[in-house]
């Protein structure tokens, strides 16, 4: 297409035709937590770059996971149940999300891991800890709700957690919306053994917010934001963490093949520049559930104009497949002081 569009113009023009056809498509997955991997720690620094030190949490950089670059290691913490080292993450209005670390608990005769999503400066969502559980063993648990709301803590993997040995715990379930119950699933799987140790699913949030208003929000393109926060108060343990991770997943809807959660002439760009290639370049679960062709077609656009409505866009609203590369002609033509049909203009 770009190749019969440009015939006969210059390279200027081929650049300016290039940037008028294409389009930044959104992610369908978008990565929340900056140096989760606490590799961007300066040795001069007291804390990794991009997280917060709250309340002296006390943190030392230690040699990371698999002894690549560095993990964090937060030591005990007292009875200052508020020292953290947290960061803010986004994830839109309940829609899915997915969390992930690897951990590994040091000995020692109480709790030690404490990890929490929450609202900045309130109640949390999802907490969990590691609670000595005597010997080398611990309990892994999880917190129902403060007063009033919940039961309080609740074993869900009874021995679950070995001290010296390294786990990963995964949690991906919807977050942040206000007035209704979100729920999450919960794996913890031994890495060194290579086996599944706690695998839950259905629990529910604690604690719901009703709104964020009057909450800063430091991060760019996000409408709710929390706290992914490990906690070193009250514990009497060390533990450390590494290859933590936070991604928000919008909500595909049908025909939303950039998965940025709306249907609009964004999808058009990425249709038209996947046509006939693997449907894989597509947002999941946004091409039409009937369509087996192992390329992208033009039915991907039909069903694409389809999702649209109701209420269905004005007709002139919806590009036919050259419209838009039209259109990128004209406008270089014109930069070159052509018309639009080729013909230089007279001087």
Same mark, same amino acid.
């Given at each position: ?10 390279? @200027? ?6 940037? =008028? ?31 917060? *030190? ?19 290691? /937060? ?28 951990? @590994? ?12 999503? *929450? +609202? ?8 969990? !800890? ?7 063993? $611990? ?10 709301? #919940? ?14 040995? !390294? ?5 991906? #379930?919807? /977050?942040?919306?206000?007035?209704? /119950? ?32 009057? @909450? ?26 590494? $290859? ?8 595909? +809807? ?17 249709? *038209?520049? $996947? /046509? ?10 946004? !091409? ?9 077609? $033009? ?12 209420? =269905?866009?004005?007709? =002139?609203?919806?590009?036919?497949? =050259? ?5 990128? @002609? ?7 002081? *052509?018309?639009?049909? #080729?013909?230089?203009? !007279?001087?």
């Amino acid at each position: 297409m770009i190749d019969r569009m440009t015939n006969g113009l210059g390279p @200027i023009a081929i650049a300016l035709v290039a940037l =008028a056809c294409s389009s930044a498509q959104a992610q369908s997955a978008r990565s929340q937590l900056f140096n989760g991997s606490f590799d961007s720690w300066a040795l001069s620094s007291e804390l990794p770059d991009g997280w917060e *030190r709250v309340n002296g949490a006390p943190l030392t950089q230690v040699e990371g996971f698999g002894g690549v670059e560095s993990a964090m290691q /937060l030591d005990p913490g007292g009875l200052a149940s508020n020292a953290t080292a947290r960061q803010l993450v986004s994830s839109q209005p309940g829609t899915p999300f997915s969390a992930s670390f690897e951990f @590994i608990q040091s000995p020692g005769p109480d709790r030690g891991l404490n990890f929490e999503l *929450r +609202k900045p400066d309130t109640l949390g969502l999802i907490n969990l !800890r590691v609670q000595d559980a005597g010997g080398s063993v $611990n309990d892994l648990d999880l917190f129902d709700g403060p007063p009033g709301f #919940g039961s309080g803590w609740t074993t869900i993997g009874n021995n679950a957690v070995v001290d010296g040995t !390294r786990y990963r715990l995964t949690i991906t #379930g919807d /977050l942040w919306e206000a007035g209704a /119950l979100g729920s999450y699933d919960l794996l913890l799987e031994d890495l060194d053994a290579a086996t599944t140790v706690v695998d839950a699913t259905g629990l529910q949030h604690f604690f719901q917010f009703d709104s964020l208003e009057n @909450i800063p929000v430091p991060v760019s393109d996000t409408t709710e934001v929390g706290v992914f926060q490990f906690n070193t108060g009250r514990s009497s343990t060390q533990y450390t963490v590494d $290859n933590a991770t936070f991604v928000g997943v919008p909500n595909v +809807k049908p025909g939303d093949y950039n998965g940025d959660g709306a249907v609009n002439v964004a999808d058009y760009t990425v249709w *038209r520049d $996947n /046509l006939g290639s693997d449907p894989a370049a597509l947002a999941p679960e946004s !091409r039409d559930p009937n369509l087996t062709d192992p390329t992208v077609v $033009n039915a991907d656009y039909t069903f694409w104009v389809d999702s649209f409505g109701p209420p =269905a866009p004005e007709a =002139a609203a919806i590009p036919e497949p =050259a419209t838009l590369s039209g259109l990128a @002609i004209c406008g270089v033509a014109l930069l070159l002081g *052509r018309s639009c049909s #080729g013909t230089a203009h !007279r001087r």
